[in-house]
């Protein structure tokens, strides 16, 4: 493992990103389906993960009628 980054004296160490493949520091992980295993992901595919499940939930409101179209006015 390469050190890539030191934070306060903390190491904080690359690692590679399961869905880029690049070599980042990846804090966060990700659990498929129900598998028992836990891949880390870069934030940059953090972000992305989770901007389209909060696309997918705006969808869900729309469809539900729980979300209003406003006027113009």
Partial sequence: CQICLLNHA???FC???ALSG???SCKHRIKLG???SYY???PFCRYRITSVCNFFT???YIQ???LK???GE
């Fill in 10 to 12: 903390n190491f904080i």
């Fill in 15 to 17: 690692r590679k990103c």
């Fill in 22 to 24: 690049q070599s980042k």
């Fill in 34 to 36: 129900d598998s028992s």
């Fill in 40 to 42: 880390y992901i870069s």
């Fill in 58 to 60: 705006y969808i869900r």
């Fill in 64 to 66: 539900q009628g729980l």
């Fill in 69 to 71: 179209q406003q006027d």
